[in-house]
C-alpha cells in the first residue's frame, strides 16, 4: 500500500508539471515556441487590409524575436533569374536567385535558418492566385535554401489543404496561430482541468501520506515503576551473591596452603 500510495503521489506531481509547461505556452514545434499569439490581432472590421496585415506582423515579430523584413533597414528578397534586377526601394539584397512566378518575392522574416510569412486573412484558398503564386514561390525559394517555411494564419482561417500540404514540402507547415475573439486554446482548457485534478490526487496523497507516518510512529512503552524496582533488588542480590562466593573462594586457598 505504501508503494502504491508514493507512486500515485509522484505521478499526480509530474502530470502537475506537465500542465503547467503548457500552460506557459512556449513547447510549440514552430519558431515562436508558442500554439497562439501573443496577442490577437486586428481582424475584419477593425481597421484597413494594411492596418490588419501590419499588425498580424507586429506581433509576430514579437514571438518571433525578429524585425520585420519589411522594415527599410532588412528588406531580403528571393530575387527572379529571368526577370530583371529588383528595384533598390524594394530590395536591399537577393537572399538567393531562382525562377520565381513574380520579378521578386519579400517574405515577412527571416530567422536562423527558417523563413516565416504572416497571413492575418479569413480565407487561404487555392482560388486566390495571387496567393498560390506568392506561396509557391516561397515554398521554391525555401526549398532551393534547404530551409523550412512557415505560414502563420489566424485560429480560424479557412484553409485549403493543398496549400498545407504545398508548404509541409519544406520542412515547415502552416500554423493556425493568431487568436480571435472568443478563442479558447483545446490544450489549455485540457491543461487547466488536469492540474485541478493532478493537484487534487496530489494533495489527497499528502494528506494520506502524513497521516500513515504519524500512525507509524510509536510512542516508546513506559517502564513499569514496579518491574525496575524488582529488577534493581535482583542485581543487588546477585552482586552481593558473586562477591560472597569470590571471597569463600580466596579463602579455601588460604586454607589449603602449608603453615610453617
Not at 514579437?62 to 532588412?74: E, I, R, S, T
Not at 528595384?87 to 527571416?110: A, H, K, Q, W, Y
Not at 494520506?208 to 507516518?213: F, I, V
Not at 543487588?236 to 551473591?241: H, R
Amino acid at each position: 500500500m505504501k508503494r502504491i500510495r508514493r507512486t500515485v503521489l509522484f505521478l499526480a506531481l509530474f502530470a502537475a508539471l506537465v500542465c503547467v509547461l503548457l500552460l506557459l505556452n512556449f513547447t510549440a514545434p514552430n519558431p515562436t515556441g508558442r500554439r497562439y499569439s501573443s496577442q490577437p490581432p486586428l481582424t475584419t472590421g477593425q481597421g484597413s487590409g494594411q492596418q490588419i496585415g501590419d499588425d498580424a506582423e507586429r506581433i509576430l515579430a514579437a514571438d518571433l524575436h525578429l524585425p520585420n523584413n519589411n522594415a527599410p533597414d532588412q528588406r531580403i528578397c528571393f530575387c527572379s533569374s529571368t526577370r530583371g534586377t529588383p528595384p533598390t526601394s524594394e530590395c536591399n539584397s537577393c537572399m538567393v536567385t531562382l525562377r520565381l512566378e513574380g520579378n521578386f518575392r519579400r517574405p515577412d522574416f527571416i530567422g536562423q535558418g527558417y523563413i516565416a510569412e504572416s497571413k492575418n486573412a479569413q480565407n487561404l484558398l487555392f482560388t486566390q492566385a495571387d496567393r498560390v503564386e506568392q506561396i509557391a514561390d516561397y515554398v521554391l525559394a525555401a526549398r532551393e535554401l534547404h530551409q523550412p517555411l512557415w505560414v502563420y494564419v489566424r485560429v480560424n482561417t479557412g484553409l485549403d489543404p493543398a496549400f498545407a500540404q504545398l508548404v509541409e514540402t519544406t520542412g515547415g507547415g502552416i500554423v493556425a496561430y493568431f487568436t480571435v475573439p472568443g478563442y479558447v486554446d483545446p490544450v489549455d482548457r485540457a491543461a487547466q482541468l488536469g492540474l485541478i485534478g493532478a493537484s487534487g490526487a496530489f494533495g489527497l496523497m499528502l494528506l494520506w501520506e502524513a497521516l500513515a507516518l504519524r500512525n507509524g510512529v510509536k510512542a516508546p512503552k513506559p517502564r513499569d515503576p514496579l518491574q525496575t524496582s524488582e529488577s534493581k533488588v535482583r542485581n543487588t542480590e546477585d552482586f552481593a551473591k558473586s562477591a560472597k562466593e569470590r571471597l569463600q573462594s580466596k579463602i579455601d586457598v588460604e586454607d589449603s596452603r602449608p603453615h610453617d
